[in-house]
């Protein structure tokens, strides 16, 4: 996935596209919408993979147990919501409108539009209420396609698997049809199946663990980030030492995954030790918070350089800096742009608030470490009671392109240090 589209969903009530780059930042105050377009992406991943019933997956962890009513936009009177996603390929956009019928409590698919190269479309789906107004069908549509230039259409009973329109063979033989089901089908399923989430409140590992030698996918709380490492040192793996070696230098602490064994059965823990004290070991649980809250974003990051997430991954990760010390805020920062600067890198999406973060990523522009043609900024804020995002881009300098800058950015520490000067002179007048 390149980019995607919302229109109508959440504080978003007009169409709001994000082109994704190598390195996609997300800024603005708390309440502006920042996490609701972050959390789009496993909301799509969970309308494509996990079907369960309806296009809408309302049971997403990304939207916390929501109904329609609650992710439709509240300065709208308008009873759709539209998602869109873009793509590389023969299949480019795909744009799905989802309706509300509070009466019959579902929701439907209004209208489906595939498009191919240039904007040309492949295939609209038109939903057909019924005529009479007794009884609704709810997978009676409008099909049209188009093949060399020419419309074809049909009326066709279709079902939808969360936004993926189901195939009946047997009432059609429309091969545009079929093909451009087919088509995105597969468009679906490879951009979404690589989405990794991590939100804002992670876990931190267990004193021990069993350890079970095949680890599943990390969790969006980050539960499983140690037994990831511990697979990975096992198999010879660089993926460990990469976290190794970024507490040595942001925090000039020692960690280590611990093996041992009980009646049997194979047991982890991730440790942490002061470099100058490494015998004082403990359980990276009785550490202070961030040094836990951090492990799954370095795990993450360092699956990813070393190419263990798939083809195209797309890592979504709400504040990384979470309760760590803002001296160590550009060290994290530093792993994102090496992650971001790979051969063939993975697309990046951070929710942050962090100054010393953006700070450190200009920095790496500015010294050649990462292409500013890699990095985009989203600047996310209400206007006329609703949310936008403004785009920012960088030159090669590190510098925001355009008068788009938000004036007072990042401008707290300054009037916190002229609101000290001011009260210090205060004082030592009385």
Same mark, same amino acid.
């Given at each position: ?70 992710? @439709? ?133 267990? @004193? ?25 040192? !096992? ?36 440790? !942490? ?29 360092? !699956?990813?350089?070393? @190419? ?113 000067? !001011? ?8």
């Amino acid at each position: 996935m390149i980019g995607y589209g919302i229109t109508n969903f959440k504080a978003f009530q007009h169409t709001t596209e994000i082109d994704l780059k190598p390195l996609t930042l997300m800024f603005g105050y708390n309440s502006a919408g920042k996490s609701s377009l972050l959390r789009v992406l496993p909301f799509f991943r969970d309308a494509v993979l996990n079907r369960n019933g309806g296009p809408l997956p309302l049971k997403s962890e990304a939207i916390r147990g929501a109904s329609f009513d609650d992710i @439709r936009c509240k300065t709208s009177s308008q009873p759709v919501i539209i998602f869109e996603m873009k793509f590389r390929g023969r299949i480019q956009r795909y744009q799905i409108t989802i309706r509300d019928i509070p009466e019959h409590k579902r929701q439907i698919v209004e209208r489906a539009v595939v498009y191919g190269p240039d904007e040309t479309p492949l295939m609209t789906l038109d939903w057909l209420p019924s005529d009479d107004g007794l009884s609704q069908s709810f997978e009676s549509y409008t099909c049209t396609t188009f093949l060399s230039n020419v419309a074809h259409q049909d009326v066709l009973e279709v079902d939808f698997e969360g936004f993926i329109p189901v195939i009946n063979y047997d009432t059609t033989d429309n091969a545009g049809y079929i093909g451009t089901v087919v088509l995105l089908r597969r468009a679906l399923e490879r951009s979404t199946s690589n989405i990794y989430w991590l939100k804002a409140l992670r876990c931190v590992p267990s @004193r021990q663990e069993t350890f079970d030698n095949v680890p599943e996918r990390m969790k969006p709380d980050g539960s499983g980030a140690s037994q990831i490492l511990a697979y990975n040192d !096992l198999h010879g793996s660089e993926v460990l030492q990469d976290v190794v070696s970024w507490y040595k230098r942001a925090t000039g602490s020692l960690f280590e995954i611990k093996k041992g064994a009980f009646l049997g059965t194979d047991l982890i823990s991730a440790t !942490l030790a002061p470099l100058e004290a490494a015998s004082a070991t403990v359980a990276l649980t009785d550490t202070g918070e961030g040094m836990g809250q951090v492990l799954p974003i370095l795990t993450l990051l360092a !699956l990813a350089r070393h @190419r263990k997430l798939g083809d195209n991954p797309l890592l979504a990760v709400e504040h990384p800096e979470l309760h760590l010390h803002p001296s160590a805020h550009p060290s994290l920062a530093d792993l994102f742009c090496e992650a971001a600067s790979i051969d063939s890198p993975p697309n990046i999406i951070v929710e942050t608030h962090s100054e010393n973060f953006l700070l450190a990523v200009q920095l790496s522009i500015i010294e050649g470490r990462l292409p500013a043609s890699s990095v985009v900024i989203y600047w996310v804020r209400y206007r006329n009671e609703t949310a936008i995002a403004e785009k920012i881009e960088f030159d090669t300098l590190g510098r925001p392109k355009g008068d788009n800058w938000p004036p007072g950015l990042f401008n707290e520490s300054t009037e916190q240090s002229r609101k000290i000067i !001011l009260a210090r002179k205060k004082q030592q007048k009385l």
